[in-house]
């Protein structure tokens, strides 16, 4: 095949493509690399400050809580002054309070590890919770230092202030932290120390919160610098330098950078006012554990974008291609057989809007002709829908192939007029014979001109036989009565005045259904017969009808009654049941006497009937001879006259329908299977068996299914299967012999034989008992070869 020439379009959109797939990924790289991780580390930083002052905040409540509970057992009048010349052993049960008390007070705070009472008395007495005697008198002296200090709530690590090595000591000792309240709460003279210490690790493990890293270091320190705790993450040398910046800095609080080694620092440090002194917490988590994610992220982002970048210059080009493709199906679909031809500078565009401007004036010409034949399709579109050929479809179905031939049909309701010319001895004279065609045209015309000028839609139907009709469609808000009438009056006028002959007009009832146009138009054809006998015009408007003039003529449920006669032909029971209901509502509402119901239900019941005839059953062998009119006709309820006519009319019919046809599926069934029992040694298949039936393979298939419970296939695997063991049991032939005689390939016949028994066809031989091998040697001397 010729390879076609691709235009100077192609090469312009690839350069083009190539650029604008390269440059915007470097800029988009550049750019998230240089500018946007500084940004990210900023915010990143502000929210790990803001993230440390939470937790500060946190730590700082756990304290404040715990001083506060201490300071509310301490006031408790459990610990009054009878607790110095209480005999604890004498007064268990008060003994017992105090320890309890002690135990609640241990159980308050996750953080405590430990709760103890000292009071000072002749024979001092300490509660740890457990009561007993202090004889120690190292431990006498630390409780009476604790008790001699002049603040009556504070906190301690007892062995740092005992020693007063100001700060000198190193950081991460495991000194205990203590919170020293004396009792009574608010007494000058005290007599006894209620202390709380706290879990170390418990207490590190919540000061770690600081630092949400596993790199940094955290740790909290007092006024005179000493480490209070410190959870050693980054060692010790980091901590004491890290104490030195932070205690040369003037700010109470805050936060810098602080570089040590070849790291970074993110530093965060300030003050947590406790009831007798300040501590200082310190926060320090290295840069890059906070930005390292956007490090990674940059690069992968850069990565990603060259990788992106060469990907895109090799699909830009298959992309180009691809892009390219319905540019050059236009192309030679526009060309056809002939190459693309540059014409000078023409590019592609410039060739496919060319030859479009040449199709849309073909387009243009087209649709000239077909506005020219639109009357016509709309007027043999009214003629199937007013003569019942329409009647399969829906409403909806009617009105979309309306809007089709433009009409517009949303909230329209519809009105058909017919008009016959009369006048027999004026169109004798004035006329030659065989004119009635023309005249009838020249009445057509005349009201399409008169109708233009009073309605926004219409379609004259010229019927050729002196008569014309007229359908018009207006808005349901808009009453046309009186308009129709004007109108009638005017066409009279006219064709008295143009062809001297008489009008007969009949304007139908108004009705917003398209389906039942065929049904109006009916009415109003039967309408035409009450005019008088006499040449003269007449307007007949049916809504202006006497009652006895529409009950005796045109209210019949024409439509209905085919669809009752076309639902039995189809073998739908509940639909022709719902049918029947439906024509006794109607016809009560168009009659509502009982002798104009039943002479409506008797036409029903002789239409029924002919139908029956028609689809070659007999009524009277059907009925077994009964007189059904007599019957209906003794029927005085509308409902078991329903009833009536569901079960001694309709079901009967059906039932015979189908009693017909499973007769008849099942003598063919029955030939089937005769013929394949004599011919089952052969070639067989559903086809064959098909046509002999008179029938298709699937018909066959599914009627056979139905009949003997397997398929067609299984039945004759089967078969055959049964005539082989007969032969294996009765005859010594060979496989291969068997499987000629029953219609199969040996490999086949092995093959099917043991998948359906389970063992081999030799296999299923030496099987039979042996007194019955003799027997067969027998019998197969004298056995023919071959069935």
């Known amino acids: 095949m010729k390879r076609r020439q691709r235009g100077s379009f192609y090469r312009k959109s690839l350069i083009w493509l190539l650029l604008i797939t390269s440059i915007p ?12 991780v500084s940004q990210i580390e900023n915010d990143l930083s502000a929210l790990h400050q803001s993230q440390i002052e939470e937790r500060v905040k946190n730590v700082d409540d756990q304290l404040m809580y715990l001083e506060l509970s ?20 004498y007064h268990f049960q008060d003994t017992r309070d105090v320890t309890k008390s002690l135990v609640v007070l241990h159980g308050s705070n996750p953080l405590i590890q430990d709760v103890s009472l000292y009071i000072e008395r002749n024979e001092p007495v300490l509660f740890k919770p457990e009561h007993y005697k202090v004889d120690d008198p190292s431990i006498l002296s630390e409780y009476r230092k604790l008790l001699d200090d002049n603040r009556s709530i504070y906190w301690t690590d007892r062995v740092s202030e005992a020693e007063g090595d100001n700060g000198q000591r190193p950081s991460g000792l495991h000194d205990p932290v203590t919170i020293v309240h004396k009792i009574p709460g608010g007494s000058a003279s005290p007599f006894g120390v209620l202390t709380v210490t706290l879990d170390r690790e418990r207490f590190v493990n919540v000061l770690r919160t600081l630092t949400p890293y596993n790199e940094g270091a955290t740790f909290l320190m007092e006024d005179s610098g000493n480490i209070l705790l410190s959870d050693n993450s980054a060692g010790n040398d980091v901590d004491v330098l890290l104490r030195q910046e932070v205690m040369n800095r003037e700010q109470p609080s805050g936060t810098f950078m602080w570089q040590q080694g070849d790291k970074t620092y993110s530093v965060s ?5 406790r009831v007798d002194k300040l501590w200082t917490y310190v926060s320090a988590a290295p840069m890059t554990a906070i930005t390292s994610p956007v490090m990674a992220l940059s690069n992968i982002i850069l990565i990603v974008s060259l990788a992106g970048l060469l990907l895109a210059l090799m699909l830009s080009w298959l992309a180009s291609i691809r892009m390219y493709s319905p540019i050059a199906r236009l192309i030679r679909r526009f060309s056809g057989d002939s ?14 809007e060319n030859q479009w401007n040449v199709a849309a004036s073909e387009s243009l010409n087209l649709q000239a002709k077909l506005n020219d034949q639109l009357p016509g399709l709309r007027t043999g579109f009214l003629l199937q829908l007013l003569q019942g050929h329409l009647h399969a479809y829906s409403e909806e179905d009617l009105r979309e192939r309306m809007k089709r031939y433009g009409w517009n049909v949303e909230n329209h309701c519809f009105h058909v007029l017919h008009i016959r010319l009369t006048g027999d001895r004026i169109l004798n004279e004035r006329y030659a014979h065989g004119d009635q065609s023309l005249v009838t045209f020249a009445a057509s015309n005349i009201m399409e001109e008169l109708a233009a000028h009073r309605f926004e839609q219409f379609s004259v139907m010229n019927f050729h036989d002196l008569s014309v009709g007229l359908f018009i469609m207006s808005p349901a808000d808009m009453p046309l009565s009186e308009c129709l009438n004007a ?13 001297k002959l008489q009008v007969t007009i009949t304007i139908s009832r108004q009705t917003d259904t398209v389906r039942r146009m065929a049904e109006t138009f009916m009415e109003v054809e039967r309408a035409a017969g009450f005019r008088q006998f006499v040449n003269q015009n007449q307007i007949l408007n049916m809504e202006e009808l006497s009652a006895v003039e529409a009950n005796h003529e045109t209210n019949y449920p024409f439509a209905l009654e085919l669809d009752i006669i076309q639902s039995m032909r189809s073998g739908k029971l509940a639909t022709a049941e719902d049918l029947i209901a439906q024509f006794l509502k109607v016809i009560q509402s168009y009659h509502g006497t009982e002798i104009q119901v039943q002479q409506s239900m008797l036409q029903l019941l002789g239409s029924i009937q002919h139908m029956m005839l028609q689809s070659g059953v007999n009524p009277f062998r059907l009925f077994r001879g009964a007189n059904l009119f007599e019957r209906l006709s003794d029927i005085r309820d509308p409902d078991k006259m329903q009833h009536w006519m569901k079960e001694q009319v309709v079901v009967p019919f059906i039932q015979e329908r189908e009693s017909r046809a499973n007769l008849q599926s099942k003598q063919m069934i029955e030939q089937t299977v005769g013929y394949i029992q004599a011919n089952y040694m052969k070639d067989l298949s559903l086809e064959s068996c098909a046509d002999l039936a008179g029938t298709n393979s699937y018909t066959l298939s599914k009627l056979f299914k139905q009949n003997t419970g397997v398929n067609f296939i299984d039945y004759v695997t089967e078969l055959r299967l049964v005539k082989a063991k007969e032969l294996l049991r009765g005859t010594d032939w060979k496989i291969n012999d068997i499987a000629e005689a029953v219609g199969y390939q040996q490999r086949y016949f092995n093959r099917i034989f043991k998948k359906q028994t389970g063992i081999t066809p030799t296999e299923y031989r030496d099987f039979t008992p042996d007194y019955k091998k003799d027997d067969i040697r027998q019998k197969s001397t004298t056995a023919v070869r071959k069935p």
């Open 25 to 36: 990924g470097f800029i988009t790289a550049g750019c998230i690399y240089w500018f946007s």
């Open 70 to 89: 201490l300071s509310h057992w301490a006031f408790s009048p459990r610990y009054g002054a009878d607790l110095q010349e209480l005999d604890f052993v």
């Open 269 to 273: 440090y300030g003050q947590l006012k």
């Open 487 to 499: 109108y009638g009056e005017e066409i009279t006028s006219a064709i008295n005045r143009i062809l």
């Open 339 to 352: 190459d693309f031809q540059h014409e000078g500078r023409m590019d592609e565009f410039q060739y496919i």
